[in-house]
């Protein structure tokens, strides 16, 4: 008896191009930042277009940190944030001595609730920290409405919306101080680890830079390539080492090529989950408003309250048919450290709560076949009724 291979929640999407570009940046005897990484962040900056500067990371997580770090955020200061999201969005407010304050999402997107982020302004509030949940935009719109009226900076996670657009402008381009993109390895596209902070500020682009690299005033890359001696450097401030090495840089210039091709893959395959499961007791993921892109990261189906199994019981029905699922995410109010902290409680979060308990996520990545999305879509028709 043949049973097919155990098909994982997310794979990465790596060709020969991508080994290559990898092969290349190792063979050119300059290993860390250097060309690869800088030609990735002027073709990341132009892809997104607009004129915005983009600031290559070691993660995402290094980069809301220096989002975070360059708009001032200190001591004393509260941002808010969706419960509903990785811990990497607020752990960073903590490495400044700052507070998170964590609120509920909305039951449709999942995405932070505008009326919760007014609900939750005091006059230690500096920022607000909008996921785009999934790939799909936050209230962007309410959310810089409150920004304004309260004089708080906006800086985007912007780990799963790589692409994604709202009212025809993508995230990236929108007028918050900085949006950051992921490329772990499970995201739209990766470079192993890895990140991008964007922005449209000169002066925020600049103190991310110097931040990114010990607080030295110009990078290593140029004092080898400009005319300044090349030992010369001075040291600004106590900085982070948060650069991109140039094999990451270099996978991640093939994966922004190939980022076209997997937009284009990731939307079959959910308009396919949409087609296929809409008539089991699920709630499926909402699609993005029309004309906006969604970026479909994350396929997050709810068990409706019709569905007479549980959450626990689909997974572990799939994980029986050989299938990976994940849960994006448990909730930060019910982590320990946030909890603790904080001291949260579950009915502060009623809409993050009841999703919780229903939410799964099932695989949805380019790498995976008609066929291996037949047996997840077969498997869900199987054990949810
Ligand atoms: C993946 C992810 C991050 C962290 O990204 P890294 O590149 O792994 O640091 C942050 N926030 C969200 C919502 C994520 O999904």
Same mark, same amino acid.
């Given at each position: 008896?043949?049973?097919? *291979?155990?098909?994982?929640?997310?794979? !990465?999407?790596?060709?020969?191009?991508?080994?290559?570009? /990898?092969?290349?940046?190792?063979?050119?005897?300059?290993?860390?930042?250097?060309?690869?990484? %800088? *030609?990735?962040?002027?073709?990341?900056?132009?892809?997104?277009?607009?004129?915005?500067?983009?600031?290559?990371?070691?993660?995402?997580?290094?980069?809301?940190?220096? #989002?975070?770090?360059?708009?001032?955020?200190?001591?004393?200061?509260?941002?808010?944030?969706?419960?509903?999201?990785?811990?990497?969005?607020?752990?960073?407010?903590?490495?400044?001595?700052?507070?998170?304050?964590?609120?509920?999402?909305?039951?449709?997107?999942?995405?932070?609730?505008?009326? %919760?982020?007014? #609900?939750?302004?005091? !006059?230690?509030?500096?920022?607000?920290?909008?996921?785009?949940?999934?790939?799909?935009?936050?209230?962007?719109?309410?959310?810089? =409405?409150?920004?304004?009226?309260?004089?708080? %900076?906006?800086?985007?996670?912007?780990?799963?919306?790589?692409?994604?657009?709202?009212?025809?402008?993508?995230?990236?381009?929108?007028?918050?101080?900085?949006?950051?993109?992921?490329?772990?390895?499970?995201?739209?596209?990766?470079?192993?680890?890895?990140?991008?902070?964007?922005?449209?500020?000169?002066?925020?682009?600049?103190?991310? %830079?110097?931040?990114?690299?010990?607080g030295i005033s110009r990078d290593a890359f140029d004092r080898f390539t400009s005319t300044t001696p090349a030992w010369y450097y001075e040291i600004v401030a106590p900085g982070f080492k948060y650069n991109m090495t140039d094999m990451a840089g270099a996978l991640g210039?093939?994966?922004?090529?190939?980022?076209?091709?997997? /937009?284009?893959?990731?939307?079959?395959? =959910?308009?396919?989950?949409?087609?296929?499961?809409?008539?089991?007791?699920?709630?499926? !993921? *909402?699609?993005?408003?029309?004309?906006?892109?969604? #970026?479909?990261?994350?396929? /997050?189906?709810?068990?409706?309250? #019709? *569905?007479?199994?549980?959450?626990?019981?689909?997974?572990?029905?799939?994980?029986? =048919?050989?299938?990976?699922t994940s849960v994006h995410y448990v909730p930060l109010h019910r982590q320990p450290y946030w909890r603790d902290r904080y001291a949260l409680v579950p009915e502060q979060f009623p809409v993050a709560e009841r999703a919780y308990q229903h939410m799964f996520s099932i695989?949805?990545?380019?790498?995976?076949?008609?066929?291996?999305?037949?047996?997840?879509?077969?498997?869900?028709?199987?054990?949810?009724?």
């Amino acid at each position: 008896m043949n049973s097919p *291979a155990f098909l994982p929640f997310a794979r !990465p999407d790596i060709t020969e191009a991508e080994i290559d570009a /990898v092969a290349r940046a190792m063979r050119s005897g300059w290993v860390t930042t250097g060309p690869e990484t %800088k *030609a990735f962040e002027q073709e990341f900056a132009a892809y997104l277009g607009g004129g915005v500067h983009a600031i290559a990371v070691n993660s995402a997580t290094a980069g809301l940190h220096l #989002a975070l770090e360059a708009i001032g955020i200190g001591p004393g200061d509260e941002v808010i944030a969706p419960t509903l999201t990785f811990t990497a969005t607020v752990e960073v407010a903590r490495y400044l001595g700052a507070d998170a304050v964590l609120v509920d999402v909305d039951p449709v997107t999942l995405n932070i609730d505008p009326a %919760k982020i007014e #609900a939750a302004i005091t !006059p230690r509030t500096k920022a607000i920290l909008p996921v785009h949940y999934g790939g799909v935009a936050c209230d962007m719109a309410a959310i810089f =409405a409150i920004a304004g009226r309260h004089g708080l %900076k906006v800086v985007e996670d912007a780990a799963h919306a790589l692409p994604t657009t709202t009212n025809g402008a993508l995230v990236g381009q929108l007028p918050s101080a900085a949006a950051v993109f992921s490329f772990y390895a499970n995201k739209t596209m990766t470079t192993g680890e890895g990140g991008m902070v964007v922005t449209k500020d000169e002066a925020l682009a600049a103190r991310m %830079k110097v931040m990114r690299l010990h607080g030295i005033s110009r990078d290593a890359f140029d004092r080898f390539t400009s005319t300044t001696p090349a030992w010369y450097y001075e040291i600004v401030a106590p900085g982070f080492k948060y650069n991109m090495t140039d094999m990451a840089g270099a996978l991640g210039r093939v994966q922004l090529q190939r980022l076209p091709g997997f /937009v284009q893959r990731r939307q079959q395959l =959910a308009a396919r989950y949409l087609a296929e499961l809409q008539d089991l007791p699920l709630t499926l !993921p *909402a699609a993005a408003p029309a004309g906006d892109a969604h #970026a479909w990261h994350l396929f /997050v189906p709810r068990l409706s309250d #019709a *569905a007479s199994v549980t959450r626990d019981e689909v997974i572990q029905a799939l994980a029986d =048919a050989g299938i990976g699922t994940s849960v994006h995410y448990v909730p930060l109010h019910r982590q320990p450290y946030w909890r603790d902290r904080y001291a949260l409680v579950p009915e502060q979060f009623p809409v993050a709560e009841r999703a919780y308990q229903h939410m799964f996520s099932i695989p949805l990545f380019t790498a995976m076949t008609d066929e291996e999305q037949s047996r997840v879509i077969a498997a869900l028709r199987a054990c949810v009724r």
